[in-house]
């Protein structure tokens, strides 16, 4: 899933300082499950703007709405009752979401009520990390299921650095280097014979310097 | 000020909290008559929402009384509610109300007179606070 954590009020209540009238709007998809952007946290983000505004003697006024998805023009199509009226929409999802908003209503500001951090998973309770790096051209068949491209700080495709010690990573001392993971979990897999192989360049076209990328399906279209 | 009565709201466990402050009623133990007592099946259901709320409708002081640690009839829920409320501490800092209108306390069900005390203590506190800057007139707006 894709991971964000809020920002911090006092930028989020600048954003629509001019503002007397806000939607908030919450995102059901993955900021819901990290806990960040969901229904519960647009509520409390419309408290607490609303409490600040109070004390600073210029109320706000907020509307609340949470769309099962952000990225998908269906659930924000659904929107359209909940802005009319407003002066800006503070939108909980990823950084899709603020722009499928931007697009949709060309007239009202929007803003980011997050930072987006990264793809990945949780690790514990209140614990995020980044797992995969969007390459475009996965590479998890050759490395025992464990991404170089984003778990080494380095992204270095062809084992370890020269700093690579006692399993530990050169960069941060807490992290596990990852390419001794990838070796150990080869080792185990009987399938060494994988790092002996000489991997042809990485294709790095599928990756983000093209502009934004596209996939498209035909057999999926209506 | 002269003459404020703070309004505080108690959001109490049901199997700790709020029998405690039944037995402070059954001891006839005197307590602040400023708090308003509502019971929660356990302070780890407590929403943070809900405690925002009880500020815009205005509350001065909120409390949440659950039993005491490792108590919990739920295991964890007094111990998660801690860390929720220490949360929203740091949120009712930064709109300005102020984190120290909201506070959490363990009882047991059997601590009737510690239950007064917490009453008088936060009533205390609010006192010295002042009334919540909710509810502060500004000019040209609308009374309360
Ligand atoms: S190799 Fe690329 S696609 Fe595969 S996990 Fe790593 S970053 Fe993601
Ligand atoms: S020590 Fe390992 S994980 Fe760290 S930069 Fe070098 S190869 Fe990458």
């Known amino acids: 899933m894709i991971i964000a954590e809020q920002k911090p009020l006092a930028e989020i209540a600048g954003f629509v300082k001019d503002c007397e009238r806000v939607l908030v709007a919450g995102c059901g998809g993955c900021v819901t499950v990290c806990l960040s952007g969901g229904e519960k946290e647009a509520e409390i983000l419309a408290g607490a703007l609303r409490i600040k505004r109070r004390i600073e003697g210029r109320p706000l006024e907020t509307v609340t709405y949470t769309a099962p998805r952000q990225c998908d023009p269906e659930f924000i199509e659904a929107m359209d009752c909940v802005v009319q009226g407003v002066d800006a929409v503070i939108s909980l999802a990823c950084g899709v979401g603020p722009q499928y908003l931007a697009e949709r209503y060309p007239d009202l500001p929007v803003y980011p009520a997050q930072n987006t951090k990264f793809a990945g998973g949780s690790r514990a309770h209140g614990v995020w990390e980044e797992y995969c790096g969007l390459c475009g051209d996965c590479i998890l068949h050759r490395t025992g299921g464990i991404c170089p491209v984003i778990r080494c700080p380095k992204s270095i495709q062809n084992g370890p650095c020269g700093g690579s010690q006692k399993g530990k990573c050169e960069i941060n001392r807490d992290l596990d280097c990852v390419w001794q993971l990838i070796y150990d979990r080869l080792k185990r897999l009987g399938r060494l014979d994988l790092l002996k192989e000489v991997a042809p360049l990485k294709d790095w076209s599928k990756s983000r310097d093209g502009g934004p990328r596209r996939v498209i399906r035909e057999d999926v279209m209506i | ?144």
């Open chain 2, 1 to 144: 000020m002269k003459g404020f009565e703070p309004q505080i709201v108690a959001f109490c466990c049901l199997n700790c909290a709020y029998s405690a402050a039944d037995l402070a009623g059954s001891m006839r133990r005197q307590y602040a008559p400023n708090v308003r007592i509502v019971e929660i099946p356990c302070t780890g259901a407590i929403d943070q929402g809900v405690l925002l709320q009880a500020f815009e409708e205005g509350a001065d002081g909120v409390f949440v009384a659950g039993c005491l640690e490792g108590d919990c009839r739920y295991q964890q829920g007094n111990i998660r509610a801690k860390k929720r409320l220490k949360a929203l501490q740091k949120i009712l800092d930064e709109t300005g109300l102020g984190g120290e209108r909201l506070e959490m306390f363990n009882l047991s069900a059997a601590m009737g007179v510690r239950f007064a005390e917490i009453a008088d203590e936060m009533t205390s506190r609010i006192r010295s606070l002042g009334p919540s800057p909710l509810k502060r007139k500004w000019k040209g707006s609308a009374p309360e």
